[in-house]
């Protein structure tokens, strides 16, 4: 049996007038195959398309989050 484990990082931000809950997921071990230690998805709304991002570090992935959020 395989496992993967992960650690998750959350970040509360707030964008116009709603406040959103951020959950970047680092990958501590096993055999996935990341763009990066670190993601965060996206789901898909009205307005948007579903995005994953990833990167080198929590802070980076939820600061590209929010940006990605923040665009009309």
Do not use: C, N
Request: charged share 25%; proline share 4%; net charge positive.
């Amino acid at each position: 049996m395989v496992f993967t484990l992960l650690k998750e990082h959350r970040y509360v931000v707030q964008i116009g007038v709603k406040t959103h809950v951020l959950r970047v997921e680092e990958l501590v071990s096993g055999p996935a195959v990341w763009g990066g230690k670190f993601r965060l998805r996206i789901p898909a709304d009205d307005h948007r398309m579903a995005e994953t991002i990833y990167g080198t570090s929590a802070d980076e992935v939820a600061e590209r989050g929010a940006a990605f959020m923040s665009r009309p």
